[in-house]
């Protein structure tokens, strides 16, 4: 009986090793991983008030807020807010009076874009027009880990309208891991611009 458990112990004493042995250094390493976002479906609701010379689409998530009396002048500003993403497009219409006032607006909304060049890792630029409704535009998509303002566009009729929006996230800039975030506001900037019809 002691011989077995002689044997026994042995035995045990011989696969400790084998067992502590074991190091964590041995495991591959795990890729960085961020949280999953779950969006829902693109919706839209039209927004027809008496305070803008045209009417657009903006996203069911957002929620429409006045910069200043909207009543007070031709020119406007105001913000789309999508409070559980902590997303904000900015907004501003202006009232033209010739070409000249035209080239300054696109001008001045071109430094507004290169404001973030230095942060950038390139700019896709693209053009957009829509002769029957008179939109006639450019989006900026600025990529970039640390861009403040990932996605800008500027629209006009070309001789009495100008819109110009710029999205931004109130968070620390990150945007591999707001990426879906910002995809699902720059779709709804897309389609806000595209419904765009003036009066």
């Known amino acids: 009986m002691k011989n077995k458990s002689l044997v026994v112990l042995c035995l045990m004493a011989l696969c400790l090793p084998l067992v502590s042995c074991h190091s964590r250094n041995d495991e591959a390493p795990k890729p960085t991983a961020y949280l ?16 803008l010379p045209f009417t657009f689409e903006r996203g069911a998530l957002s929620r429409l807020q006045w910069k200043d009396n909207p009543d007070r002048s031709q020119d406007k500003w105001f913000t789309l807010e999508y409070p559980q993403y902590k997303g904000y497009v900015f907004l501003s219409y202006k009232r033209l009076h010739g070409p000249a006032e035209l080239k300054a607006q696109v001008d001045t909304s071109y430094r507004f874009v290169e404001d973030n060049f230095h942060f950038s890792s390139g700019v896709d630029e693209n053009r957009f027009m829509d002769q029957k409704h008179r939109l006639y535009g450019t989006t900026y ?59």
């Open 141 to 199: 998509h600025l990529k970039g880990q640390n861009v403040a303002s990932t996605y800008q566009f500027w629209i006009t009729d070309s001789n009495h309208h100008f819109l110009r929006g710029a999205l931004y996230i109130d968070v620390t800039p990150n945007n591999d891991s707001l990426a879906p975030v910002l995809e699902y506001l720059q779709a709804d900037m897309n389609h806000l611009m595209e419904s765009v019809r003036w009066r």
């Open 36 to 51: 999953r976002i779950d969006l829902p479906a693109h919706a839209y609701t039209l927004c027809d008030t008496a305070a």
